[in-house]
């Protein structure tokens, strides 16, 4: 016993070695991988110029809050502090200051306006004129032509302020507002400036312990607690399909960005290794503690659309598919950084951050870098399939990090057909799903050129087993008694339970080397299992992989069983000696050996929407050792089936605990280990 302890402890000191924490964000410029490790990556966008108010001949900015670049080329910022709009053409040149128009024949001036829209298909210019409470429409001179002032309608709840920050206009003439603390959703207007209703409302999150609360408290103090409210939009979008983008400014929120067709459904794909949402691994402490905060979202060519986080200050681009294809940006006073970013927009490839307290606005140009990443999106979105591979060929030249690359040009290969090529390309980019349609078109192509091949050997191998099936059972018939042998016996007991476990005790059937060989087995099948699993069913990092793991997880729990169950049944009058829990212990284990093989063999043939089998394998080995167990332990010990049921039970208490000492023990002896280093330390700095 005492050299079984010495290596249960060797082993969980062994154990106790932890994997390396995640790599934190060491730049601006990064990506995530399928890990979630962040990678560098070349920066893919590039400060061109910073402007402000003086560069245009003008009053200086103050807290402008919206940009907006219009299909007539023209860029309109809502500079809210100075109470005007700015219109500036593609050169970056004054083309016009809006602070007051004619309004019933009185000039009217806005008011703290927080947002404006440049409508396509009129050329009307539309103003979230904030503190006015009111949406204003001019027409391309600057003329007014009609304001949208407070909502009348039995679906505003009672006490409701509208206060208008964002407005857009789509195909239909309908306009969209955001208005400050309207969490029922986006305000739907008709062309005529009449209130429809709401769209897009966020779903409410709460707590079920919060709701626990709530349900067993007294109605005052239910009044006293926060409600349960959804938050309201801060920002919108609309792209040139006519889908609205839109952002939240919610805390550890997976969806703070959407896309919400005309009824409001929220219709973005999430498709990337995490979901849209800015920075994945964030800290609760630090100058930026928590997750990223979305304030606008803008579209691009492809699907391609940026999102603004004003936290970190960091833009996050992503395809259409929710991909992540590069983060650039940052706070700080350094060229290309921020204070408090508040709006962005695109001209061209080129994009426009506003920052309300540097009151300033930053044009950034994309890298050779980044324009290789837009080339190859949006050529794969036009169908150009070549052409999105070699953009992306050349992308990979510079960052073989990013992951986004392999499945591109594997999305490329499977629309040419190359359905092998593309399932390499989809393994290295770690996409199952498209892996998994491009092996089922391979698959396809095989079956169809070895048919003849594949059913004679299937058609010899059935008919090779039915002819050993019944030579076998013609030897059997000639036989009056069967006598298990030990290598045998393990097999016999997997199906005969009761009969098998029986034999091995009192019958002497039972050999320890044998359980020992199993156990090695076990283990060299679930390191098999582990690495060489089918791709679509394989979720084991790679680089993580280590076969003394498995030490870990199959050798260390056997023997803590082992010994946990003798420790407890010696007190509990079980019959069983530690030699034949051992063996009916590693009797149990037969399920897992039987099914490894086959099933990592399988696990190659299938796809993603075939692995239902591959898992229900896995549920059947495990139910098939607990009744193994369950059998062995009760015969050992010659228990009832309700006391063996709490012996098994009581032996996982006993196991805890022992890890714990075991925990606790080397914890211990780590600090004393640090404490005579750090004497030796002092002594040797003294003499």
């Known amino acids: 016993m005492k050299r079984i302890l010495a290596l249960l402890f060797a082993i969980t000191l062994f154990a106790g070695f932890t994997t390396p924490a995640a790599q934190a964000a060491s730049d601006e410029t990064y990506n995530y991988n399928y890990w979630g490790q962040t990678v560098p990556a070349p920066s893919p966008y590039e400060e061109q110029r910073v402007m402000y108010g003086r560069d245009w001949g003008m009053k200086e900015l103050s807290s402008p809050q919206d940009i907006y670049v219009g299909s007539n080329r023209l860029i309109y910022i809502a500079d809210t502090g100075n109470d005007r709009i700015i219109v500036l053409n593609d050169q970056f040149e004054t ?131 926060q409600l349960f409210i959804p938050l309201e939009f801060n920002n919108m979008d609309i792209d040139a399909d006519g889908f609205i983008y839109t952002t939240t400014s919610e805390e550890k929120s997976d969806q703070p960005i959407k896309r919400l067709n005309a009824s409001g459904v929220d219709i973005l794909r999430d498709k990337g290794y995490f979901p849209p949402k800015g920075d994945i691994h964030t800290l609760d402490i630090g100058s930026a503690p928590g997750s990223s905060i979305f304030v606008d979202v803008v579209s691009d060519e492809g699907g391609i659309y940026n999102a603004l986080d004003s936290k970190r200050g960091r833009i996050f681009t992503y395809d259409k598919d929710g991909n992540l294809l590069y983060v650039f940006g940052g706070l700080g006073s350094q060229q290309g950084k921020f204070r408090t970013p508040s709006a962005i927009a695109m001209l061209d490839d080129k994009l426009l951050v506003l920052d309300k307290d540097y009151n300033r606005l930053s044009l950034f140009r994309p890298t050779h870098y980044g324009s290789l990443i837009r080339e190859a999106v949006i050529s794969l979105y036009n169908g150009q399939a070549e052409q999105s591979t070699a953009a992306w060929q050349k992308v990979l030249q510079m960052n073989g990090n990013l992951e986004v690359a392999y499945i591109g040009i594997g999305k490329s290969l499977l629309k040419n057909g190359d359905n092998h090529g593309a399932m390499k390309y989809f393994e290295l980019g770690n996409n199952r799903e498209n892996y998994s349609e491009a092996f089922k078109r391979y698959r396809k192509e095989i079956v169809f050129d070895y048919f003849g091949m594949i059913v004679l050997t299937i058609a010899l191998v059935i008919g090779g087993s039915i002819a050993a099936v019944k030579l076998a059972g013609r030897r059997k018939a000639q036989q009056h008694y069967v006598d298990v042998g030990s290598i045998k016996s393990p097999f016999y007991t997997m199906v005969h339970p009761f009969n098998g476990f029986w034999e091995m005790k009192y019958e002497k059937k039972g050999k320890v080397k044998i359980v020992l060989v199993m156990v090695a087995l076990l283990v060299l099948f679930t390191i098999i299992k582990r690495q060489y699993s089918g791709f679509v069913v394989n979720f084991n990092n790679p680089n993580e992989l280590n076969s003394i793991n498995e030490l870990k997880f199959i050798v260390l729990p056997f023997i803590l069983w082992c010994v946990a169950n003798w420790s407890l049944t010696t007190l509990m009058d079980g019959e069983g000696k530690f030699r034949d829990i051992v063996m009916a212990t590693g009797y149990a284990l037969m399920p897992f050996i039987i099914i490894y093989l086959p099933q990592t063999l399988y696990s190659n043939l299938i796809t993603g929407s075939e692995s239902s089998f591959y898992y229900i394998l896995d549920a059947i080995a495990f139910i098939w050792f607990i009744w193994l167990l369950f059998i062995g332990t009760m015969t050992v010990h010659q228990y009832s089936a309700s006391k063996t049921v709490v012996t098994m039970l009581l032996t996982l208490v006993v196991i805890g605990i022992m890890v714990f000492l075991g925990v606790l023990f080397f914890s211990m002896l780590q600090q004393m280990a640090n404490f005579v280093i750090s004497i030796y330390r002092e002594l040797s700095f003294r003499f």
């Open 95 to 225: 083309a016009r200051i809006l602070s007051e128009f004619q309004h019933d024949g009185k000039t009217d001036t806005f008011n703290k306006p927080e947002g404006v829209f440049y409508n396509r298909y009129d050329g009307h210019l539309f103003i979230a004129d904030t503190q006015n409470k009111r949406i204003v429409e001019l027409d391309e001179e600057g003329k007014f032509v009609r304001q949208i002032g407070d909502p009348k309608s039995t679906l505003i709840r009672e006490g409701f302020q509208y206060t208008p920050i964002k407005v857009i206009v789509d195909k239909a003439q309908r306009i969209y507002v955001i208005s400050r603390g309207s969490y029922e959703g986006i305000m739907e207007f008709d062309t005529d400036g009449a209130f429809n209703g709401f769209i897009g409302t966020n779903r409410v999150k709460f707590s079920p312990v919060d709701l626990f609360w709530k349900r067993i408290s007294t109605k005052s103090q239910r009044e006293q607690m």
